[in-house]
C-alpha cells in the first residue's frame, strides 16, 4: 500500500471535520438544465460582482463630506468654482485618477444592468409560474433584492452631488415633505438640516457601501441556497418531469459554461464604459439649490416613480389644520403598493387558486392567459408611467403641448393595462386553439393534393413524440376556449 501524498493527507484532516468530500460528492455534481433564459439570473449575478469589485476601488478616491473647496483640478471649466469635496472628488476620479473615469461608468453600467437583470429575471419567473410552491420564499428574496437595488441605485446615483442628482433629491424631499404629520422631522433627519442639509451625502455613502450591499449579499447567497435545495424548474419535454431535473452537471460542464459567462458580461459591460458616456457630471455643474437642470431624469428603474408624480393632478385638501398635497401624497402611496403587490402575488394566486402542490416544470405563458395578461398589464403601466416620468422630453422632441401629453399618458394610465390585459388573453387563448389544431391534425406541409371526386386538400404531417409532449404537458381547466365564462386558473 503507498503512502498518501500530503495533499491527500491534508484533503483528508479538512473532509474529517468539515465533510468537505461528502459535500462535494452531492452538490458537484448537481444537474442544471440548459436553457438560455437561465442565463438572465446570471447576468444579476456577475453585475453584483462587477459593482462589488468598482465600487470597492471607487471608496479609495471618492470623499462623502458636503463642505466647500475650491475647485483646482484637471477640467479647466470649472476651476475657481466652490463645490461640495463630494463633487470635486468625483471630478478628480473623472479626470485625474488614472483609468478612474471607466471605472465609474463601469460601476453606474453594471447597475443598470443589474437592475435591468432582476427585474426581466423576476419577469421570467412570473410568465413561467416558478414562483409558486415551494419557492415563495425565494421569489421574496429576488423581489426584496429588487426593492433594494432600487434605492441603493438612488443613493449611488445621488453621491456626487451635482446638480442632476440634486434635482433628484429635491424631488426626495419633496416626497418626504408630503408626508401628512411627520413630514418636515423626516426631511430634517435625512438631510441633517433644511434641504440640502449637511449630512445627506455621508448618510448614503454609509447605505451605499455598507448597509445595503451586506443585506444584499446576504439575500443573494440564501437565494442561490435555496435554489440548490429546491432543484432547478425546467421546461416540460420528453423524459422531465416533476420529480426530475434534465441538464448538464455543475462540475465540470455548467462551471466552465458559467466562468466563461462570467468574462462575456464583464467585458460587454467594460465596452460600454469604454465607449458609451453615462452621467458626465462635469457638464451639469455642482448642486446650487436655487438652481435646477432642465431635461432632469432620473435613472431608467426610477423613471415610473416620477411619471407617478407628474401625471397626477396636483390637488390639494386641508384636514385637521393640515394641507394634504394629495398631487404628491397619492403617488408615494401607489409607488410602494404597486411593488408590494409584485411581492405578494404567489400567496395571492394560491389562495384565489386554491394550489398548494408543489411545481417543478415550468408553464407556457400562452396556457395560463389570466397570469400572463396581467404581467402585460403591468409591463404596460410601468412603459406608459416611464414616459410620464418624460413627459417634458416627449413635448420638446416630438414638438407636441405638454399639457397634451401630460393628459395622453393620464389616460393611458388607466385604459391601457385594461387593453393590454384583454387583449393578451384573447391573444393566448387563440395560441392555445392553434395548439389544438397542431396536437388534432398534424403539421402543414405546404403540399396540395386532389381528392378522386375533385376536392383539394392539404396534406398535415404529425408531430413527433418530442413536439407533441411539449404541447400536452400541462393542465387544461377546460378542453375548449369555447367556455371562456369559466373560472380559470391564471
Partial sequence: ?????????????????????????????????????????????????????????????????????????????????????????????????????????????????????????????????????????????????????????????????????????????????????????????????????????ARFYALHILVIPGVMAVLVIAHVLLVVYHKHTQFAGPGRSERNVVGAPFLPVYLAKAGGFFF?????????????????VWAYGPFRADQVST?????????????????????????????????VLIPIVVFPLLLVLIGAYPFVESWLTGDRREHHLLDRPRNHPVRTGLGVAWIALYLILLAGGGNDIVATRLHLSINAVTWTIRIAVLVVPVLAFVLTRRICLGLQLRDRELIAHGRETGIVKRLPHGEYVELHEPLDQARLHTLTAHERPGESVEHESRAEIP
Wanted: charged share 15%; net charge negative.
Fill in 1 to 201: 500500500m503507498t503512502e498518501a501524498s500530503r495533499g491527500e493527507r491534508v484533503a483528508d484532516w479538512f473532509d474529517g471535520r468539515l465533510g468537505i468530500h461528502a459535500l462535494g460528492r452531492k452538490y458537484l455534481r448537481k444537474v442544471f438544465p440548459d436553457h438560455w433564459s437561465f442565463l438572465l439570473g446570471e447576468i444579476c449575478l456577475y453585475s453584483f460582482l462587477v459593482l462589488i469589485l468598482t465600487g470597492v476601488w471607487l471608496t479609495f478616491f471618492f470623499h462623502p463630506s458636503m463642505n466647500e473647496v475650491t475647485y483646482q483640478g484637471s477640467y479647466v471649466p470649472l476651476n475657481g468654482m466652490r463645490m461640495t469635496e463630494a463633487y470635486a472628488s468625483t471630478l478628480d476620479i473623472s479626470f485625474d485618477v488614472r483609468g478612474g473615469l471607466l471605472i465609474r461608468q463601469l460601476h453606474h453600467w453594471a447597475a443598470l444592468v443589474f437592475v435591468a437583470g432582476m427585474l426581466t429575471h423576476m419577469m421570467r419567473h412570473f410568465f413561467t409560474g416558478s414562483y409558486r410552491k415551494p419557492r415563495e420564499i425565494n421569489w421574496l428574496f429576488g423581489w426584496l433584492l429588487l426593492l433594494l437595488g432600487l434605492f441603493e441605485g438612488l443613493f449611488g446615483y445621488s453621491l456626487p452631488d451635482d446638480l442632476l442628482s440634486g434635482t433628484g433629491l429635491r424631488f426626495v424631499n419633496g416626497a418626504l415633505l408630503a408626508v401628512p404629520v411627520v413630514g418636515t422631522y423626516l426631511s430634517m433627519f435625512l438631510f441633517g438640516g433644511e434641504f440640502p442639509g449637511e449630512d445627506v451625502v
Fill in 295 to 327: 431635461g432632469a431624469q432620473p435613472d431608467w428603474y426610477l423613471g415610473f416613480a416620477e411619471g407617478l408624480v407628474r401625471v397626477m393632478p396636483g390637488w390639494e385638501i386641508t384636514l385637521g389644520g393640515h394641507t394634504l398635497v394629495l398631487g
Fill in 264 to 280: 462575456l458580461v464583464f467585458g460587454t459591460l467594460t465596452l460600454l464604459a469604454a465607449v458609451a458616456t453615462i452621467n458626465p
